[in-house]
């Protein structure tokens, strides 16, 4: 029974991550706060990064639907302009949500299991944001150059979105680190 409920913890983001973190914290010379601290600050910071790219494209597709040329898109497009629409509020909805999560955990001591929840959500907030990337390319180089551009285009950032933002990273994670680094020290 305790061995099932720890897999629980463990999976749930509980101990698994904060002994992650005191791992990361005694190789890097840091206390335990300062780690959960520092990591903190890192994904804050990339969520700004991701926000300020979802409020602009989220902000257009608002303000394109009440344009006059939006009444003459095709079908395609209607369909392609309401994907695009729904993966940017899913991102923003996806993005946002490790505030409301800071704000119903915060002086809970957490942190720990806020940054492995945020993280997660980053990760799939910016699988949704590539998505509608691609989704806005696609609509506007094809109602601008036609539909077989629009596509390439669309295809084309989706391409190099996942090959940077996924497969670059999953690929760089499977390297083996230098010689001269010290193997035993967390790159975090």
């Known amino acids: 029974?305790?061995?099932?409920?720890?897999?629980?913890?463990?999976?749930?983001?509980?101990?698994?991550?904060?002994?992650?973190?005191?791992?990361?914290?005694?190789?890097?010379?840091?206390?335990?706060?300062?780690?959960?601290?520092?990591?903190?600050?890192?994904?804050?910071?990339?969520?700004?990064?991701?926000?300020?790219?979802?409020?602009?494209?989220f902000a257009?597709?608002?303000?394109?639907?009440?344009?006059?040329?939006?009444?003459?898109?095709?079908?395609?497009?209607?369909?392609?302009?309401?994907?695009?629409?729904?993966?940017?509020?899913?991102?923003?909805?996806?993005?946002?949500?490790?505030?409301?999560?800071?704000?119903?955990?915060?002086?809970?001591?957490r942190k720990a299991v806020l940054i492995a929840v945020a993280d997660r959500l980053l990760l799939v907030g910016l699988a949704l944001l590539v998505l509608a990337i691609s989704g806005g390319v696609l609509l506007i180089l094809g109602v601008v150059l036609g539909r077989g551009p629009g596509v390439a285009g669309g295809a084309s950032v989706l391409l190099v979105g996942v090959l940077t933002w996924y497969g670059l990273p999953l690929w760089a994670r499977g390297v083996r680190p230098d010689p001269d680094e010290d193997e035993d020290r967390p790159a975090d």
């Not at 002994?19 to 903190?40: F, I, K």
């Not at 497009?77 to 899913?90: D, K, P, S």
């Open 1 to 57: 029974m305790d061995a099932a409920r720890a897999g629980t913890r463990r999976r749930r983001g509980g101990r698994s991550d904060r002994s992650a973190a005191a791992r990361t914290a005694r190789a890097r010379g840091e206390t335990l706060d300062q780690v959960l601290d520092r990591n903190l600050a890192e994904l804050l910071q990339e969520l700004r990064v991701a926000i300020t790219g979802v409020q602009v494209l």
């Open 60 to 109: 257009f597709l608002l303000g394109l639907a009440f344009t006059q040329r939006f009444t003459e898109l095709d079908d395609f497009e209607l369909a392609v302009y309401t994907v695009t629409l729904l993966a940017t509020a899913l991102a923003t909805v996806v993005l946002i949500a490790p505030v409301s999560f800071h704000r119903l955990v915060f002086r809970r001591r």
